[in-house]
T-cell receptor, first 117, second 114 residues
Framework: DGGITQSPKYLFRKEGQNVTLSCEQN?????MYWYRQDPGQGLRLIYY???????QKGDIAEGYSVSREKKESFPLTVTSAQKNPTAFYLC????????????????FGPGTRLTVL | EDQVTQSPEALRLQEGESSSLNCSYT??????LFWYRQDPGKGPEFLFT???AGEEKEKERLKATLTKKESFLHITAPKPEDSATYLC???????????????FGQGTILTVHP
């Protein structure tokens, strides 16, 4: 079955630690995205990548880092510089990069819930 | 700045009681409007894409419509399993190789009682 997987489902971080959230897709999609969801707020874009080896900051990139070395994978690192990291993190992918007409529906993974201890 | 506002914030219906959810948007140039369903603790599930005013899409008890200023998600004879948060998002045109990002509304929490 094609889809997006995220791991772990739950993650606990101590103060000062960096943690990495995994996102893998086998849909052969070009574009991948990371969002953060807080209670009562809409999804906010952290980083996005239109093609391999390229990525751009979204609206709330401070304290986060990403890499896109493979088409299938887009890991997100939450660094100690992120002051309020407790949230639900969602990874998504879309078939086409933004400059191509069509294929922009984003499909989401199951999410990772990060809690700071 | 692109804005998406969903109303109401929460909606409680009896099973079989039809209603509509609203998504109002203010954007510089709409490329597409997307509807998602999200169950608690899970990722959003894609429902529909609408591209131009007057367009309609249907799936089971759901029907999405689009005007130049807003979109409606009509729910006909809902069942308890339709209970979820419904999200809408807009994508705008972007020049050159710029990315047309999705801007999400805050969602409408729908509860359908048996």
């Amino acid at each position: 079955d094609g889809g997006i997987t995220q791991s772990p489902k739950y993650l606990f971080r101590k103060e000062g630690q960096n943690v990495t959230l995994s996102c893998e897709q086998n849909l052969n999609h070009d574009a991948m995205y990371w969002y953060r969801q807080d209670p009562g707020q809409g999804l906010r874009l952290i980083y996005y990548s239109q093609i391999v080896n390229d990525f751009q900051k979204g609206d709330i990139a401070e304290g986060y880092s990403v890499s896109r070395e493979k088409k299938e994978s887009f890991p997100l690192t939450v660094t100690s510089a992120q002051k309020n990291p407790t949230a639900f993190y969602l990874c998504a992918s879309s078939k086409a990069p933004g400059w191509v007409a069509g294929g922009h529906e984003q499909f989401f993974g199951p999410g990772t819930r990060l809690t700071v201890l | 700045e692109d804005q998406v506002t969903q109303s109401p914030e929460a909606l409680r219906l009896q099973e079989g009681e039809s209603s509509s959810l609203n998504c109002s948007y203010t954007v510089s140039g709409l490329r597409g409007l997307f509807w998602y369903r999200q169950d608690p603790g899970k990722g959003p599930e894609f429902l529909f894409t609408l591209y131009s005013a007057g367009e309609e899409k249907e799936k089971e008890r759901l029907k999405a419509t689009l005007t130049k200023k807003e979109s409606f998600l009509h729910i006909t004879a809902p069942k308890p399993e339709d209970s979820a948060t419904y999200l809408c998002a807009v994508q705008v045109h972007a020049g050159g190789t710029s990315y047309g990002k999705l801007t999400f509304g805050q969602g409408t929490i729908l509860t359908v009682h048996p």
